[in-house]
């Protein structure tokens, strides 16, 4: 079954330069023995099934699963919505779907460098560093959906589930020219997002941020006392 069947049958659209492509890596990972690939790409009634269970969790809404590495761990598309089209995964362990790369073309390309490592090893367009960025007009579409997704945490009533994905999409797009925009979420009533707030500064090692970091340390939530510890110990070069 093509790529374009697989679609058709689930009622969903994806880039028309994404077909050919996908089309390609699947018959590419079908002929990789197992021990070669740590994901597969699933069969419809597969796709159909995990498309069932996301339509059910308002999280998930948004997101078309396509792969799996056959542990309860799934990769797929935003194919709808702000996040149109950039590339999550969604773990057992906890719950996190900020995009990892920003297109199908960046996903592959990891892919094909090092098809037998494990995913979370792959090197990642979000979040972006200085010295490895999305493309300025990929930049700038980030901010955007930046924009959009706080325009819906403004104008929405929606569950603390959902407003906390949300920011953690928020904070991976961040580019790093503009972590200042996040400084207030250490300061933030749910402890995850606090937690991931302080994760992120502590990634970019953000010498502006030791200020904020070291008042979560004081009189954060648990969660995020230890992100921020660690955050500045990263940041100030103890810990890699």
Same mark, same amino acid.
């Given at each position: 079954?093509?790529? +374009?069947?697989?679609?058709? !049958?689930?009622?969903? &659209?994806?880039?028309? /330069?994404?077909?050919?492509?996908?089309?390609?890596?699947?018959?590419?990972?079908?002929?990789?023995?197992?021990?070669?690939?740590?994901?597969?790409?699933?069969?419809?009634?597969?796709?159909?099934?995990?498309?069932?269970?996301?339509?059910?969790?308002?999280?998930?809404?948004?997101?078309? $699963?396509?792969?799996?590495? *056959?542990?309860?761990?799934?990769?797929?598309?935003?194919?709808?919505?702000?996040? +149109?089209?950039?590339?999550?995964?969604?773990?057992?362990?906890?719950? *996190?779907? +900020?995009?990892?790369?920003?297109?199908?073309?960046?996903? $592959?390309?990891?892919?094909? /460098?090092?098809?037998?490592?494990?995913?979370?090893?792959?090197?990642?367009?979000?979040? !972006?560093?200085?010295?490895? &960025?999305?493309?300025?007009? /990929?930049?700038?579409?980030?901010?955007?959906?930046?924009?959009?997704?706080?325009?819906?945490?403004?104008?929405?009533?929606?569950?603390?589930?959902?407003?906390?994905?949300?920011?953690?999409?928020?904070?991976?797009?961040?580019?790093?020219?503009?972590?200042?925009?996040?400084?207030?979420?250490?300061?933030?009533? *749910?402890?995850?997002?606090?937690?991931?707030?302080?994760?992120?500064?502590?990634?970019?090692?953000?010498?502006?941020?030791?200020?904020?970091?070291? *008042?979560?340390?004081?009189?954060?939530?648990?969660?995020?006392?230890?992100?921020?510890?660690?955050?500045?110990?990263?940041?100030?070069?103890?810990?890699?």
């Amino acid at each position: 079954m093509l790529i +374009s069947e697989i679609l058709e !049958a689930v009622s969903i &659209s994806l880039p028309p /330069q994404w077909i050919e492509p996908l089309d390609r890596h699947r018959s590419q990972l079908a002929m990789l023995p197992p021990n070669e690939c740590n994901i597969r790409f699933m069969e419809l009634d597969e796709i159909q099934e995990m498309l069932t269970f996301t339509s059910q969790i308002e999280v998930f809404h948004d997101i078309l $699963l396509l792969w799996t590495d *056959d542990e309860s761990n799934y990769i797929g598309v935003f194919y709808k919505g702000p996040l +149109s089209y950039r590339i999550c995964a969604v773990r057992h362990e906890e719950t *996190d779907i +900020s995009p990892m790369f920003c297109d199908l073309s960046s996903f $592959l390309m990891q892919w094909e /460098q090092r098809p037998s490592a494990m995913w979370s090893e792959w090197r990642r367009d979000y979040p !972006a560093t200085l010295e490895y &960025s999305v493309a300025e007009k /990929q930049m700038q579409l980030d901010v955007e959906c930046i924009i959009e997704l706080q325009s819906r945490l403004q104008q929405m009533d929606i569950d603390d589930d959902l407003r906390c994905q949300w920011l953690y999409c928020i904070m991976a797009l961040t580019p790093a020219q503009q972590l200042h925009t996040l400084y207030h979420y250490v300061q933030d009533e *749910d402890m995850y997002v606090q937690e991931r707030a302080c994760e992120i500064l502590g990634y970019h090692r953000d010498e502006q941020a030791l200020e904020w970091l070291a *008042d979560v340390v004081r009189i954060g939530s648990p969660n995020g006392k230890t992100a921020a510890k660690q955050a500045i110990a990263r940041i100030k070069g103890y810990i890699q």
